[in-house]
C-alpha cells in the first residue's frame, strides 16, 4: 500500500491562494496519472485536476484557469496550487491516482481547505 500525505490547506478570504502538497511513501514514477480530488460535505469525491509523468494536465470546467496541477517526480510529490479560490472550492482535498491500482486504494487523511470572508 502507498501512503499518501496531503498538507497546505487552511482558511482563506475569497480570492485568495494556497498551495497543497502531497507527499507518497513511495516512488510515483511508474504511475502515468496523479490527481487532486476534493469531497465537500454531503457531496461525493470529484476529480479537480490530473497530470500525467510527462506533464500534460486536464481540470474540471469549475477550476480551470484558476488551479494549477504539478508533480516532481524525483521527490514523490504533486502539488496544487490554487488562486483566486471561491466558496465554492471550500472542501477537502486528497491527492491519488484514478486508474485502478491496488496499492492505491487507500485514501489519506486529506487537507481541509476553507474559502471564507
Known amino acids: 500500500q502507498v501512503q499518501l500525505v496531503e498538507s497546505g490547506g487552511g482558511l482563506v478570504q475569497p480570492g485568495g491562494s494556497l498551495r497543497l502538497s502531497c507527499a507518497a511513501s513511495r516512488s510515483i514514477f511508474g504511475i502515468s496519472v496523479m490527481g487532486w480530488y476534493r469531497q465537500a460535505p454531503g457531496k461525493q469525491r470529484e476529480l479537480v485536476a490530473t497530470i500525467s509523468r510527462g506533464g500534460s494536465t486536464n481540470y474540471a470546467d469549475s477550476v480551470k484557469g484558476r488551479f494549477t496541477i504539478s508533480r516532481d517526480n524525483a521527490k514523490n510529490t504533486v502539488n496544487l496550487q490554487m488562486n483566486s479560490l471561491k466558496p465554492e472550492d471550500t472542501a477537502v482535498y486528497y491527492c491519488?491516482?484514478?486508474?485502478?491500482?491496488?496499492?492505491?486504494?487507500?485514501w489519506g487523511q486529506g487537507t481541509q481547505v476553507t474559502v471564507s470572508s
Open positions: 491519488n491516482t484514478p486508474l485502478p491500482r491496488p496499492a492505491y486504494d487507500s
